[in-house]
T-cell receptor
C-alpha cells in the first residue's frame, strides 16, 4: 500500500549549500507535518499544513527554513545556507483529518551537513 | 522546562516482565494523547491513543491523569519484539513529542 514517502532518503550537503526535501503524503490526507529529529531525541515539530495552507510554522528554527505545499499534496521543505546544526533526520507525517491525530510517518530524510 | 517529559531509560527487562512508562506534560489545555513506537533508524508508528477513561489493547494499557498531567503506558508479558523507543505525544494544538523511553527486552 502507498504510505508516506520521502526523498531523498539520505542527503549530504556542504555547509552553505541549499537543500530541498520532498514529502509525498498518503493520498487524500488533509494534514501534513514536518518534524526534525536529532539523534537520541524525539521529533521536534517544525510546521503544519492543512491542504495547501500553512497553518503553523512556529517550529521552524530560522528564516533559512521554508516549507510549501502548493497543491495540497506534495510538500517540500527547503533549507537555505545549511549549517552543521541542521544535521538531523527530517520526518514528514500526514493525517487524514484536520485534527492531525493519528499521523502516519514517512521514512525520513537523513541530512548530514559537513 | 520541556512541554513533554519522559524518563529516557534505558529500561532493560527480561521477557515476560511487566514494565511501565510515565510521561508528564505542561500544557493543561492538551486534548489528545498518544503513544508512538519507534524502532532504531525507523519512523515512529502509532501504538495507541490514550483516552480519558484509560484503554487497553492486548498487552498494552494506557492511562491518562489530567489532574497530575501525566500519561502512562503499561506493557504486560514483555516480548523481545517490544524492544523499541516509546514516544509520548501530546496535542494541545500541534503534536509535541517527548524524547522517548528506550526499552530493551532480553531473553
Amino acid at each position: 500500500g502507498a504510505g508516506v514517502s520521502q526523498s531523498p532518503r539520505y542527503k549530504v550537503a556542504k555547509r552553505g549549500q541549499d537543500v530541498a526535501l520532498r514529502c509525498d503524503p498518503i493520498s487524500g490526507h488533509v494534514s501534513l507535518f514536518w518534524y526534525q529529529q536529532a539523534l537520541g531525541q524525539g521529533p521536534e515539530f517544525l510546521t503544519y499544513f492543512q491542504n495547501e495552507a500553512q497553518l503553523d510554522k512556529s517550529g521552524l528554527p530560522s528564516d533559512r527554513f521554508f516549507a510549501e505545499r502548493p497543491e495540497g499534496s506534495v510538500s517540500t521543505l527547503k533549507i537555505q545556507r545549511t549549517q552543521q546544526e541542521d544535521s538531523a533526520v527530517y520526518l514528514c507525517a500526514s493525517s487524514l483529518n484536520s485534527d492531525g491525530n493519528e499521523q502516519f510517518f514517512g521514512p525520513g530524510t537523513r541530512l548530514t551537513v559537513l | 522546562r520541556k512541554e513533554v517529559e519522559q524518563d529516557p531509560g534505558p529500561f532493560n527487562v527480561p521477557e515476560g516482565a511487566t514494565v511501565a512508562f510515565n510521561c508528564t506534560y505542561s500544557n493543561s489545555a492538551s486534548q489528545s494523547f498518544f503513544w508512538y513506537r519507534q524502532d532504531c533508524r525507523k519512523e515512529p508508528k502509532l501504538l495507541m491513543s490514550v483516552y480519558s477513561s484509560g484503554n487497553e489493547d492486548g498487552r498494552f494499557t494506557a492511562q491518562l491523569n489530567r489532574a497530575s498531567q501525566y500519561i502512562s503506558l503499561l506493557i504486560r508479558d514483555s516480548k523481545l519484539s517490544d524492544s523499541a523507543t516509546y514516544l509520548c505525544v501530546v496535542n494541545p494544538d500541534d503534536m509535541r513529542f517527548g524524547a522517548g523511553t528506550r526499552l530493551t527486552v532480553k531473553p
